[in-house]
């Protein structure tokens, strides 16, 4: 296959290697597995422009993204546009897309198990038309990021650090709105701290991200009003991976769901794989089963 990488110079571990051995490296792996692969090395700022001229080029099979969580959702979106297979290499701090294809985290295991990969198909979804690989958030997870963008960090233990005062900070008076809940089950309106839809159910492990991207369901995930120090001890059991034992959240899944905020706030926001939008008065989420191509990673 001809696979066309774009490496985010800017983005997650990358910034701080040599990206042109990194490349050599990758064409190495690449070409021993039968493949033709060219690395584009990229800004942060123009990689959206470049993955999108990929898609719209012919001939090209695969378009491989290498950048953090962002980076990968921003190439979700187009490969799901577009058609065109997506491949990832897990360069962020979290990697909760690489961790749902369960790819190595080790980025020269990566190249070795997506190499030696085939195309298939996994589930992606969307809020109000916009793509998504892992989460939409509103509430506490979204004044958590929106606290978090105001620090400066330079590496993955610096991002953990400042994601722990950030919960500090949204601690000392944790969010609580109007939300109406309505799924097939039906319609509700509830009082809530947070609200978080997943592509596909999140999983049990310490890290929350889902297990599995075929199941095509949402999971949906509310968080009742919460008290300072409830918020706190739910941020430990999220750490711990210990959240579904907490009596301030309740969960379900669903195929689609519209969320809708009757006194929202005109400065709201939401986040979205972990970049922040404006919160829209309603937002309609659906899962998209096996709508979206990647190559998916083979054995080591």
């Given amino acids: 296959m001809r696979i066309v990488a774009i490496l985010n110079r800017d983005g997650g571990t990358l910034r701080t290697m040599d990206l042109e051995a990194f490349g050599k490296q990758a064409v190495e792996i690449f070409s021993r597995n039968g493949h033709a692969l060219e690395c584009r090395i990229v800004a942060g700022r123009n990689v959206e422009t470049e993955l999108r001229r990929v898609a719209d080029t012919r001939g090209i099979d695969v378009m491989l993204a290498a950048g953090g969580d962002g980076t ?19 360069a962020g701090t979290m990697n909760l897309f690489a961790r749902a ?24 979804a969307t809020a109000n038309g916009r793509a998504f690989v892992h989460q939409f958030g509103v509430g506490v997870h979204a004044r958590l990021v929106r606290i978090r963008e105001r620090m400066t960090y ?4 610096g991002k953990m650090l400042a994601s722990l005062r950030a919960i500090a900070e949204a601690a000392v008076r944790p969010p609580e709105f109007e939300a109406e809940i309505h799924t097939r089950n039906g319609r509700e309106r509830l009082r809530v701290s947070g609200i978080a839809v997943s592509n596909n ?32 001890r739910l941020a430990v059991d999220v750490l711990l991976g210990k959240w579904r034992t907490s009596d301030a959240v309740t969960e379900q899944e669903v195929e689609q769901v519209t969320l809708s905020f009757p006194r929202r706030k005109h400065n709201a926001h939401a986040v979205i794989d972990g970049e922040l939008i404006k919160l829209a008065p309603s937002v309609t989420l659906k899962v998209h089963p096996g709508a ?5 990673p083979g054995p080591t």
Avoid: C, N
């Fill in 201 to 232: 159910p999140l999983g049990d492990g310490h890290i929350p991200h889902a297990d599995r991207l075929d199941a095509g369901l949402l999971g949906v995930y509310m968080a009742a009003p919460i008290s300072t120090w409830a918020l706190i």
């Fill in 101 to 124: 294809l369960q790819l190595p985290l080790d980025l020269t295991a990566a190249m070795e198990a997506v190499a030696a990969g085939e195309i298939g198909a996994v589930d992606i």
């Fill in 72 to 90: 990968i959702s921003t190439a979700a979106g187009i490969a799901f546009e577009s058609g065109m297979p997506l491949a990832v290499l897990p």
């Fill in 154 to 157: 330079r590496s993955r233990i």
């Fill in 292 to 296: 979206l191509k990647v190559l998916l």
